[in-house]
């Protein structure tokens, strides 16, 4: 039988080890599928235990993450890191992927300062034209 100290709920844990601002975040997001052990969807309850391997998804990142200690309690970021480790390939795919966000430049574009007062108001009677 397991103890207490042997496993941990998954929300429980990605909140500690500072995936998700809130465990109601982590709850959520593994509820909405975005979290899985071993490839398997689980649900907020799942106990983890040292050496699961996680698969984590937060916005565009995706994390592939080795537990390596439990954590019920939320604590300084430099004690949530020593919970868990990156796998060499998760990390390799995530820094390509963002690359990849860099180099498409899919934002919206934004000139270097503010329009002055005569611009201003040429744009606004362009505006009122249409």
């Known amino acids: 039988m397991k103890t207490l100290a ?9 909140w500690a080890a500072r995936f998700f601002k809130t465990r109601s975040l982590a ?3 593994v509820a909405a599928g975005h979290v899985t052990v071993f490839g398997q969807h689980v649900k907020p309850a799942k ?22 200690a439990l954590a019920g309690q939320r604590g300084p970021a430099a004690v949530a890191r020593l919970l868990y480790e990156e796998t060499p390939e998760s990390v390799a795919r995530r820094e390509a992927e963002q690359e990849a966000r860099r180099l498409a430049g899919g934002g919206a574009f934004r000139p270097a300062t503010r329009p002055e007062k005569h611009q ?3 744009i606004r009677q362009f505006l009122k034209k249409e």
């Open 27 to 29: 709850a959520r997001a």
């Open 120 to 122: 201003r108001r040429k």
């Open 6 to 14: 042997d496993a941990v709920r998954i929300d429980r844990w990605l």
């Open 47 to 68: 106990m983890v235990q040292p050496g699961d391997l996680l698969g984590i998804r937060v916005g565009f990142a995706v994390y592939g993450v080795r537990v390596l």
